[in-house]
C-alpha cells in the first residue's frame, strides 16, 4: 500500500513562517528518502499557525528540492479560484515537474466568512463545482485548436485529479468522474464509513480510473515512549480547540497535561474529531494504523501530524514509514 504524507507547513510557537518553509523542505527530503509515495500541501486562509496558503508556489518550491517523489495539492479550494487559473498553474508544474504533480480538489472556501469576502467569492461558487472540475479535465486534455479559450501552459499535461472531501458529496462527485478520492478523516471522520460506501457503490469507471480508488487520511503522532508521543500530540490538541473556539493562532507548544489548557467539555469533542489517530510507540502506531486499514480498506493512506518541535517530527514520520513498510511486507507475505 502506498503510504503519503500531508503538510501544512505549520509555524509552532517561537518561529516565523521562514522556519516553517525550511522545515517543509527539510521534511519532504527525507519524507522521499523514507519511501513516502506523495507530498501533498494544503490551502488555508487567514491563519497564522499555516504557511500553506500559497500552495501552488509551495509545490513547486517542494519538488525543485526533492527528485522522485509526487508533491500534489491536498487540495486546492476551487471556488477560491478560476479553473484557467488553477489549470495555468499546475500546467506550468507539471511541465516543470513531468509526472510528479497531483492536484487535489475541494470546495470548502479554506476559510472563514472573511477570507470569501477578501477573496471576492461568493457561495455560488461552490455550486459549480461539478461543472469547473469538468472544465479542468479539458484544460488538462489534448489541446483543441477550436477552443476559444486554452490552458498555456496545461493543455495535454494531463495533470491527475483528486476529489477531496469530509462529506458525501465530494464522494458523489468523485464517483460520478471516476477521480480518486480522498477523505479529510484525520479532522472529520464522521462520514468516513458512509462516504466510501457511496463512493465505491456509485463509482463510474472513466479514462482516468476503471475501479474506485480511494485514500482516507490519518493522524500519526509516534514517538520512543508512550508518553512522549502523548505529550506531542497535545500540540495538536491544543490548536485544533483554539481554532473551533475561535482563537487561531501558531501551533503551540506541548503540555504535560492536555486538561489544564483544553476545557472539559470541549476535550471530548477535540478528541472525537482527532479519532482516526495512531498515537504511541512504533508497536502502537503500527496496531493502529493496521486496524484503521483493516476497518475501511483504503487503497492509499496519507499521514499527517501536527509536532511542535520539527526534529520529533521527522522522528515520527520516519517511525510512521518504518511502520507502513512492515505493514506492507506482512501484507505481501
Same mark, same amino acid.
Given at each position: 500500500?502506498?503510504?503519503?504524507?500531508?503538510?501544512?507547513?505549520?509555524?509552532?510557537?517561537?518561529?516565523?513562517?521562514?522556519?516553517?518553509?525550511?522545515?517543509?523542505?527539510?521534511?519532504?527530503?527525507?519524507?522521499?528518502?523514507?519511501?513516502?509515495?506523495?507530498?501533498?500541501? !494544503? /490551502?488555508?486562509?487567514?491563519?497564522? @499557525?499555516?504557511?500553506?496558503? *500559497?500552495? =501552488? $508556489?509551495?509545490?513547486?518550491?517542494? #519538488? %525543485?528540492?526533492?527528485?522522485?517523489?509526487?508533491?500534489?495539492?491536498?487540495?486546492?479550494?476551487?471556488?477560491?479560484?478560476?479553473?484557467?487559473?488553477?489549470?495555468?498553474?499546475?500546467?506550468?508544474?507539471?511541465?516543470?515537474?513531468?509526472?510528479?504533480?497531483?492536484?487535489?480538489?475541494?470546495?470548502?472556501?479554506?476559510?472563514?466568512?472573511?477570507?470569501?469576502?477578501?477573496?471576492?467569492?461568493?457561495?455560488?461558487?461552490?455550486?459549480?463545482?461539478?461543472?469547473?472540475? !469538468? /472544465?479542468?479535465?479539458?484544460?488538462? @486534455?489534448?489541446?483543441?485548436? *477550436?477552443? =476559444? $479559450?486554452?490552458?498555456?501552459?496545461? #493543455? %495535454?499535461?494531463?495533470?491527475?485529479?483528486?476529489?477531496?472531501?469530509?462529506?458525501?458529496?465530494?464522494?458523489?462527485?468523485?464517483?460520478?468522474?471516476?477521480?480518486?478520492?480522498?477523505?479529510?478523516?484525520?479532522?472529520?471522520?464522521?462520514?468516513?464509513?458512509?462516504?466510501?460506501?457511496?463512493?465505491?457503490?456509485?463509482?463510474?469507471?472513466?479514462?482516468?480510473?476503471?475501479?474506485?480508488?480511494?485514500?482516507?487520511?490519518?493522524?500519526?503522532?509516534?514517538?520512543?515512549?508512550?508518553?512522549?508521543?502523548?505529550?506531542?500530540?497535545?500540540?495538536?490538541?491544543?490548536?485544533?480547540?483554539?481554532?473551533?473556539?475561535?482563537?487561531?493562532?501558531?501551533?503551540?507548544?506541548?503540555?504535560?497535561?492536555?486538561?489544564?489548557?483544553?476545557?472539559?467539555?470541549?476535550?471530548?469533542?477535540?478528541?472525537?474529531?482527532?479519532?482516526?489517530?495512531?498515537?504511541?510507540?512504533?508497536?502502537?502506531?503500527?496496531?493502529?494504523?493496521?486496524?484503521?486499514?483493516?476497518?475501511?480498506?483504503?487503497?492509499?493512506?496519507?499521514?499527517?501530524?501536527?509536532?511542535?518541535?520539527?526534529?520529533?517530527?521527522?522522528?515520527?514520520?520516519?517511525?510512521?514509514?518504518?511502520?507502513?513498510?512492515?505493514?506492507?511486507?506482512?501484507?505481501?507475505?
Amino acid at each position: 500500500m502506498k503510504y503519503s504524507l500531508l503538510d501544512l507547513a505549520p509555524v509552532p510557537e517561537g518561529s516565523d513562517a521562514a522556519d516553517a518553509l525550511r522545515n517543509t523542505g527539510n521534511l519532504a527530503q527525507h519524507a522521499e528518502s523514507w519511501g513516502y509515495h506523495r507530498y501533498w500541501l !494544503a /490551502e488555508h486562509h487567514n491563519m497564522p @499557525g499555516i504557511a500553506s496558503a *500559497a500552495t =501552488a $508556489v509551495l509545490i513547486g518550491h517542494v #519538488a %525543485g528540492l526533492t527528485k522522485s517523489i509526487r508533491v500534489g495539492a491536498g487540495g486546492i479550494m476551487l471556488p477560491n479560484h478560476a479553473p484557467l487559473a488553477v489549470a495555468e498553474g499546475f500546467g506550468t508544474l507539471a511541465t516543470l515537474y513531468p509526472n510528479r504533480i497531483d492536484l487535489g480538489l475541494g470546495r470548502a472556501p479554506g476559510g472563514d466568512h472573511a477570507v470569501m469576502q477578501a477573496m471576492g467569492v461568493t457561495h455560488e461558487r461552490a455550486d459549480r463545482f461539478p461543472d469547473e472540475v !469538468a /472544465e479542468l479535465q479539458r484544460l488538462f @486534455g489534448p489541446l483543441n485548436p *477550436a477552443a =476559444a $479559450v486554452s490552458a498555456h501552459p496545461g #493543455a %495535454g499535461t494531463e495533470v491527475p485529479l483528486w476529489i477531496l472531501g469530509s462529506s458525501l458529496y465530494g464522494a458523489q462527485v468523485a464517483a460520478h468522474f471516476g477521480l480518486p478520492y480522498a477523505f479529510a478523516s484525520h479532522f472529520a471522520p464522521a462520514a468516513l464509513d458512509q462516504a466510501f460506501r457511496v463512493y465505491r457503490d456509485k463509482f463510474q469507471p472513466s479514462d482516468t480510473l476503471s475501479k474506485p480508488h480511494a485514500m482516507m487520511a490519518i493522524n500519526v503522532i509516534a514517538a520512543d515512549t508512550e508518553a512522549e508521543a502523548i505529550r506531542i500530540r497535545t500540540s495538536m490538541q491544543q490548536a485544533f480547540y483554539r481554532l473551533r473556539s475561535g482563537q487561531p493562532g501558531k501551533l503551540p507548544y506541548p503540555v504535560d497535561r492536555i486538561e489544564d489548557v483544553v476545557p472539559p467539555q470541549y476535550l471530548a469533542g477535540v478528541n472525537d474529531a482527532q479519532r482516526v489517530s495512531a498515537v504511541g510507540t512504533p508497536d502502537q502506531v503500527e496496531a493502529q494504523i493496521k486496524a484503521f486499514i483493516d476497518a475501511y480498506q483504503p487503497d492509499e493512506v496519507i499521514l499527517s501530524g501536527h509536532i511542535h518541535d520539527h526534529k520529533a517530527r521527522l522522528h515520527s514520520y520516519e517511525i510512521a514509514a518504518d511502520v507502513m513498510a512492515r505493514l506492507t511486507r506482512k501484507d505481501a507475505a
